[in-house]
């Protein structure tokens, strides 16, 4: 079995301050898939970042990253300068072979509220 | 280009009802995938198709959900004899094989009374 952890619920941050999402995750598999969903009020799921477990370096996407750290088996998304848009629900996952390549397992998401 | 499109939007049925709720892919892509969200919870995996292999079946809940996918595009999840715990948002998912990115529709809301 595979789980992904987000210890935060919710997050209140400042304007253009960077903030920084929890994620860690169990698998057993040594090749692994992470990946970051935002989810808006509107419901529709927004793929915003992926991480592979043997990349070198951590990925980026315009003002997202993820902050990989395999040994702690930890993938945090790291939002810099935020924007009023990016208030929404933020969800971790992950993919493996041993559960099936192709299907996503998800964290329960924090909701994160920029403040004006 | 068009995306991942679900049919309908809303849908509110009594217990013990059966249901239908549709996907159509971005078109080209072979594979599609069902979740299912519950009110304050992440997404939980129901089944995948990829092409014309059989499907993966091994997150449906119970028996009383099955789907198809038609022509290896659109697809239709049913519910037979809904019961309030089904009462969730269904996601839709399409991808091109072993791409890493998924992408999602905007989902149905069934209400289960």
């Known amino acids: 079995a595979q789980k992904i952890t987000q210890t935060q619920p919710g997050m209140f941050v400042q304007e253009k301050e960077a903030v920084t999402l929890d994620c860690t995750y169990d698998t057993s598999d040594p090749s692994y898939g992470l990946f970051w969903y935002k989810q808006p009020s509107s419901g529709e799921m927004i793929f915003l970042i992926y991480q592979g477990s043997y990349d070198q370096q951590n990925a980026t996407e315009g003002r997202y990253s993820l902050n990989f750290q395999k040994a702690r088996k930890s993938a945090n998304l790291v939002i810099s300068a935020s924007q009023l848009g990016d208030s929404a629900m933020y969800f971790c996952a992950v993919s493996s072979p041993s559960f099936g390549n192709e299907k996503l397992t998800f964290g329960t998401g924090t909701r994160l509220t920029i403040i004006p | 280009g068009a995306g991942v499109s679900q049919s309908p939007s809303n849908k509110v049925t009594e217990k013990g009802k059966d249901v239908e709720l549709r996907c159509d892919p971005i078109?080209?892509?072979?594979?599609l995938y069902w979740y299912r969200q519950s009110l304050g919870q992440g997404l939980e995996f129901l089944i995948y198709?990829?092409?014309?292999?059989?499907?993966?079946k091994s997150g449906l809940p119970s028996d009383r959900f099955s789907a198809e996918r038609t022509g290896g595009s659109v697809s239709t999840l049913t519910i037979q004899r809904t019961q309030q715990e089904d009462s969730a948002v269904y996601l839709c998912?399409?991808?091109?094989?072993?791409?890493?990115?998924?992408?999602f529709g905007p989902g149905t809301r069934l209400t289960v009374l």
């Open positions: 198709f990829q092409g014309n292999s059989a499907p993966d």
């Open positions: 998912a399409s991808s091109f094989y072993q791409d890493n990115e998924q992408f």
């Open positions: 078109s080209g892509h072979t594979a």
